[in-house]
């Protein structure tokens, strides 16, 4: 198994949750981009500085009742 992604350096990631989060969920996603999708999910696109700052987030979304549809590490240069 190759990990592409070491557990103490930033990364990029996209989140997609189910429903749609508008502009005043920004406080509580600080440092992403938050899109609405066409089909009814949201993409929460960022960096995490870490994989304890992954699982904060994942128990952030947890802990709002959002369902959580894909997590994806996006490559970057």
Known sequence: MTNKHKLDEISTYEIRVEGLLGKRWANWFAGFTI???PDGTTCLTGSIRDQAALHGLLEKIR???LILISLQAIETD
């Open 35 to 37: 899109i609405p999708q």
């Open 63 to 65: 802990d709002l009742g």
